[in-house]
């Protein structure tokens, strides 16, 4: 069955360091979407990302975060200057036909700000 | 405005018995879905249903059974004979239209133990 890979699984990083985060999506999937999970908490959506640029974001996205699609098959989500709360589980997902219809999730990251 | 309840935070059932969890949701929009998502102890994310707000008949897949109420807002999910493998943080999950269906809300969780 396909599925979306995310890589780290773990990172550690630095306050003040920048990160990305990977994800290859299905290969076929057309909406791509970025959500994060501190732990024991809720999952909260991040942003949604739709023909080459961003469809959605919430208020937690802010300037410190960016989305890229580099190629046909990565999707990318960086952090410029990591803070002790960015700590949290990352999840990519993707969707061929968009939100209304579930997602496949990644495994998700696990990003440990230090 | 958006919101999913899940008043129940942990749940512990021994094997073998039913078990329901509660989800009630908030939206002022008409048109909607409603998603239930299985979070297992090694921490992936896996979707189990998708339910529009259209349509209100309830779901059966195996031991799994969804009740969706629209007159009480409510997309509750049982496990039926349930097995130590069903021992997983479940969440429910709500996108509408007026939002956008590409931002899913969702629940705080419930965390549901097996005891063999």
């Known amino acids: 069955e396909p599925e979306v890979t995310q890589t780290p699984s773990h990172q550690v990083t630095q306050m003040g360091q920048e990160v990305i985060l990977r994800c290859v999506p299905i290969s076929n999937h057309l909406y791509f979407y970025w959500y994060r999970q501190i732990l024991g908490q809720k999952v909260e959506f991040l942003v949604s990302?739709?023909?080459?640029?961003?469809?959605?974001k919430s208020e937690i996205f802010d300037d410190q975060f960016s989305v890229e699609r580099p190629d046909g098959s990565n999707f990318t989500l960086k952090i410029r200057s990591t803070k002790l709360e960015d700590s949290a589980m990352y999840f990519c997902a993707s969707s061929r036909t968009g939100g209304a219809y579930g997602y496949t999730f990644g495994s998700g990251t696990r990003l440990t700000v230090v | 405005a958006q919101k999913v309840t899940q008043a129940q935070t942990e749940i512990s059932v021994v094997e073998k018995e039913d078990v329901t969890l509660d989800c009630v949701y908030e939206t002022r929009d008409t048109t909607y879905y409603l998603f239930w998502y299985k979070q297992p102890p090694s921490g992936e994310l896996v979707f189990l249903i998708r339910?529009?707000?259209?349509?209100?008949q309830n779901e059966i897949s195996g031991r799994y059974s969804w009740n969706f109420q629209k007159s009480t807002s409510s997309f509750n999910f049982t496990i039926t004979a349930s097995q130590v493998v069903d021992s997983a943080v479940y969440f429910c999950?709500?996108?509408?239209?007026?939002?956008?269906?590409?931002?899913?809300?969702f629940g705080p969780g419930t965390s549901l133990s097996v005891i063999p």
């Open positions: 999950a709500l996108s509408d239209r007026k939002t956008s269906y590409d931002k899913v809300i």
């Open positions: 339910r529009n707000s259209f349509d209100e």
């Open positions: 990302f739709y023909n080459n640029e961003i469809s959605e």
